[in-house]
């Protein structure tokens, strides 16, 4: 059974704060993953992809992969309460994407 | 302006009444999935297509079926509704090329 494995949080930090979410997943043969946020009641939506090793920034988004680890992290500099939402780590796996359960992430003002 | 469309986006039923959940999408994308959304376990994969008349089983397909006759529409079908079908729904899709889904609006279905 593969696996993508998430704190649930909630992980709170105060404005202007650096977050940090994590991810582990158990299919070493995957090659691409992606964090999604949804807020409470909306559905996922796609923030950030990442393919090889290393770092990849976007904006205030850095993600961060580590495959001989299994290890995804995003890092959101300069957190706003706009960013609360919980946070989707998605792994591929073959023909779909397999979804950890989600960090909650509370950015207070 | 690119998007995934469901309908309906809320619906109440009983057990036993067929209902059949509709999604669009308007990129061209040959990749079409859906998922149930539920407290305590995530997303989790009905049903996916791969492309026109090509359809696959997810991790959760018991008592739901689906079609592809068209690259743009993936209907989901629910031949007789359960309770414990009661769940949000979204659809996805992607390039095949890619992986990177965009998803619907959700459908909250609720059968009693």
């Known amino acids: 059974q593969k696996e993508v494995e998430q704190n649930s949080g909630p992980l709170s930090v105060p404005e202007g704060a650096i977050a940090s979410l994590n991810c582990t997943y158990s299919?070493?043969?995957?090659?691409?993953f992606f964090w999604y946020r949804q807020y409470s009641g909306k559905s996922p939506e796609l923030i950030m992809s990442?393919?090889?090793?290393g770092d990849k920034e976007d904006g205030r988004f850095t993600a961060q992969l580590n495959k001989a680890s299994q290890y995804v992290s995003l890092l959101i500099r300069d957190s706003q309460p706009s960013d609360s939402a919980t946070y989707l780590c998605?792994?591929?796996?073959?023909?779909?994407?397999?979804f950890g359960k989600g960090t909650t992430l509370s950015v207070s003002s | 302006e690119a998007q995934v469309t469901q309908n309906p986006r809320y619906l109440i039923t009983v057990t036993g009444k067929k209902l059949t959940v509709t999604c669009s999408q308007n990129?061209?994308?040959?990749?079409m999935s859906w998922y149930r959304q539920d407290p305590g376990l995530g997303l989790r994969q009905i049903y996916y297509?791969?492309?026109?008349?090509?359809?696959d089983k997810g991790d959760v397909p018991e008592g739901y079926k689906v079609s592809r006759k068209e690259k743009r529409n993936f209907p989901l079908i629910l031949e007789s509704p359960s309770p414990n079908q009661t769940s949000l729904y979204f659809c996805?899709?992607?390039?095949?090329?890619?992986?990177?889904?965009?998803f619907g609006p959700g459908t909250r279905l609720t059968v009693l």
């Open positions: 990442i393919y090889s090793n």
């Open positions: 297509s791969m492309n026109v008349e090509v359809t």
């Open positions: 996805a899709s992607s390039l095949a090329t890619t992986n990177e889904q965009f």
């Open positions: 998605a792994v591929e796996a073959g023909t779909a994407l397999i």
């Open positions: 990129m061209n994308h040959e990749y």
């Open positions: 299919d070493r043969g995957s090659q691409s």
